[in-house]
């Protein structure tokens, strides 16, 4: 079975820090791009960050930039997301989700080619 698990999530104060992991299962990590989306109570859901599973390379959504850092183990098949000096606007429920890449722009797969989604895992910064 193809899946995604997102865990990590939590209560923290405005200013501290959390680090969420995504565990993939059931298909070729390498070959992958793997992006972290948050949804926030009446929002649309938004993508935070993403990565190639291939080579490292990164994109981050201009509200995060500086504060998260997204990363990937492939012995592990896992991308992670640390959060930093976290405010009380990125309380969301985070997601992971992947879409195979086979030659396509991991940026592009991440804004239009996903396949697989986690079940999410709830950030809740408190101020």
């Known amino acids: 079975e193809v899946q995604l698990v997102e865990s990590g999530g939590g209560l923290v104060q405005a200013g501290g820090s959390l680090r969420l992991s995504c565990a993939a299962s059931g298909f070729t990590f390498d070959d992958y791009a793997i992006g972290w989306f948050r949804q926030a109570p009446g929002r649309v859901r938004e993508r935070v960050s993403c990565?190639?599973?291939?080579?490292?390379?990164?994109d981050y959504a201009d509200n995060v930039k500086g504060r998260f850092t997204i990363s990937r183990d492939i012995t592990k098949d896992t991308v992670y997301l640390q959060m930093n000096t976290l405010k009380p606007e990125d309380t969301a429920v985070y997601s992971c989700?992947?879409?195979?890449?086979?030659?396509?722009?991991?940026?592009?797969?991440?804004?239009?080619?996903?396949?697989?989604w986690g079940q999410g895992t709830l950030v809740t910064v408190s101020s």
């Open positions: 990565i190639s599973s291939s080579d490292g390379s990164t």
């Open positions: 989700a992947a879409g195979r890449m086979s030659g396509t722009w991991y940026v592009a797969v991440c804004s239009r080619y996903l396949e697989v």
